[in-house]
């Protein structure tokens, strides 16, 4: 996957904050940059609760901090204007996929008489303050709905390699397209279905998952359409269901644990992520990513 060298990129749709870390040790969290599997779905549902939970010795509250405030230029935006700058730096990179993304849905909503909601992806390094609470490197890439941003340290590819997905630009974009994917949930309502229920191979957690890998395909279907990205070919998109198989609840399980309980299941089967995303990019269509009704 590569990016339109003289394409103009918008890094204002993405906060620089690597390097302030909130500090305060006890924050924590094992599972090797793949704690996602249960602390995602834990972000949400504090979140959708008025985010007055917390979990005690990972999550505390914010506290009033904000990222992003440093009046310093970043280096985002001092330094991811082209998409040559993008097929040049990882960051950059992130800032192209950002735009595209949004700029997909955008069009998505504008054409179904809605508006789109632009929302910031932050940078961070090692934690940082959230409306969801304060959040280690060690959750993954996360969206939280009660700031309505998503949020990533890039460390977090280069613990993909361990689960046996590849770190490939197309990987990078499939997991912020993933991210966008709950935005784009919020936006309609959908994170408000998932309740408690949040564990289990049928749960309304699992299913908003498979929806947002779907909503992943589905930019991807678009992706060149959108001005920013060019040579986007088979061999990216079979990365990006490697990646999505490989960050599958079984195999997780299986990799760390040596068992798999699908009582435990929060994102879905590593056949099930490959499928939905299957489905989104096939299609090309978001009407065919209802993982709420019947089987998944």
Known sequence: MRFRKGAKLDPGQVTDARGRSLGGGGLAMGGGGIGIVVLVIYLLVSALSGGGASLPGQLGPLDNQRVGE??????????????EDA?????????????????????????????????DTVFFTDQVGTGCGNATSAVGPFYCPADKLVYIDLGFF?????????DTPFVEAYVIAHEYGHHVQDMLGVLNRIGNDTQGPESRAVRSELQADCYAGVWAAHATETGLIVGLNQADINSGLDAAAAIGDDR?????????????????????????????????????????????
């Not at 440093?70 to 998409?83: A, I, W």
């Not at 849905?105 to 504008?110: A, L, M, S």
């Open 252 to 296: 997780i399980q299986e990799k760390t644990q040596g068992q798999v309980n699908p009582e435990t299941f929060t994102h879905g089967t590593s056949e099930q992520r490959r499928r939905w995303f299957s489905r989104g990019y096939e299609t090309g269509k978001p009407a065919e990513c209802d993982t709420f009704t019947g089987s998944i």
């Open 70 to 83: 440093d009046s310093s230029p970043s280096q985002v935006s001092q330094e991811c204007k082209t998409g």
């Open 158 to 166: 280069d613990e993909l390699s361990q689960f046996g997905a590849e």
């Open 87 to 119: 097929n040049q730096r990882e960051d950059c990179r992130i800032v192209a996929v950002v735009n595209s993304v949004q700029k997909f849905w955008d069009g998505v909503f504008t054409a179904s008489g809605e508006k789109y909601q632009y929302v």
